[in-house]
């Protein structure tokens, strides 16, 4: 890892000579806290996630149902639209690809986007070939624990970049916390942010931050 043999000027100049720093960005080794609203109490007897939309069959797994899933790891840079990037984050929980492709959700051809339902009605939108690649995951675990309340503890979307593999990378908020459930979507809907201005593509590399950009 950087962190464990440079100092944070140091790292920051590292990664931006790799191209790992998207413009605009500066590497922290913290890891903000940042929402809209309180943080949601966590029941386990009462949580579940709901797949419904443009999907065969709608799917509502409890909390040890969606445990049961085939679970992965993820290695990756995340960048907050804020401006802070932090690197080599590491990530466990259940890749979205995974279900679709070994067929716990079965997708209809007129799905092109997704909207990720959060706690108290908040929405993110991304479209299905970026949920669908292997930098967008369904977290519990950061850092090798569970994911603590702030940071969207027992479920969250997370998305970022993965050195190298030239996928294409949204800001952080694209991966929505205190997730609970995930409509496939024909046609595209504004999530909470980008209703706010927030930009619906949302390209790192593209400074796309804002809707005006």
């Known amino acids: 890892m950087l962190k464990s043999i440079l100092g944070r000027k140091e790292q ?7 191209g790992r720093l998207p413009p605009g960005q500066a590497l922290t080794n913290r890891f903000p806290v940042l929402h809209y609203g309180p943080v949601p109490k966590f029941s386990p007897a009462a949580w579940d996630l709901r797949v419904f939309g443009e999907v065969e ?10 445990n049961k899933l085939p679970r992965g790891k993820l290695l990756m840079d995340i960048h907050c639209v804020t401006r802070w990037s932090k690197f080599d984050t590491e990530w466990e ?6 279900l679709v492709d070994e067929g716990f959700i079965k997708l209809k051809p007129s799905a092109r986007h997704l909207l990720q339902h959060c706690e108290y009605g908040f929405t993110v939108n991304i479209p299905v070939d970026i949920a669908l690649a292997e930098n967008f995951l369904l ?3 950061f850092d090798g624990r569970p994911l603590e309340p702030d940071h969207g503890y027992p479920l969250r979307g997370v998305i ?10 949204p800001y952080f908020w694209k991966g929505g916390k ?4 995930l409509e496939f979507r024909e046609t595209d809907q504004l999530g909470f942010w980008e209703q706010a201005g927030y930009h619906n593509e949302a390209d790192v590399w ?6 005006y950009d």
């Open 139 to 141: 977290a519990t675990h």
């Open 160 to 169: 970022g970049n993965i050195p190298g593999k030239g996928l294409a990378t």
């Open 206 to 211: 593209k400074e796309q931050r804002f809707s």
């Open 57 to 66: 069959e709608e799917k509502r797994w409890t909390w040890d149902e969606f």
């Open 178 to 181: 205190w997730l609970r459930g």
């Open 93 to 98: 929980g259940v890749y979205l690809k995974t």
């Open 12 to 18: 920051e100049e590292s990664v931006k000579e790799m």
